[in-house]
């Protein structure tokens, strides 16, 4: 009897095995159930970015107003009776800020000087007189 019943116990174990850690067991299926979930999120961002990859190819089939944007954003064309400006800063030194006195984050006190900044600082140096 005690044998039986030691047999039956370690059968109860490798069942127990197979179903928690075997091949097909709870860990491959909670791994599995992961993947699926990962799985159908990349599909719905797919499923968006061909929604909107249809949108834009009836667009470009139907109107004029997508194929003229693309062309103005991407090949950067003009119409003809339109003028182009290209705004292109001065020696590259200004990064887009103005020469102006009062721009700046020094803005009206010239560095806690008095001086005029228009004031060129090398005209009042005088070269040293021969005797």
Known sequence: MRGLLLVLLILL????YKLWLG??????VKRLEQKVTEQEQENA?????????EAEVADLR???EAIEERARSELGMIKEEEEFFLVVPD??????QSDGPNDGPNAGSNGGSNEDPNKDPNKD???DEEN
């Open 45 to 53: 961002l797919l499923q968006q970015r061909n929604l909107e990859l």
């Open 13 to 16: 174990a490798l069942l127990q």
């Open 23 to 28: 091949e097909g067991g709870f860990t491959d």
């Open 125 to 127: 140096i005088k070269p």
């Open 91 to 96: 020696d590259g030194q200004n990064n887009g």
């Open 62 to 64: 139907e109107g004029v």
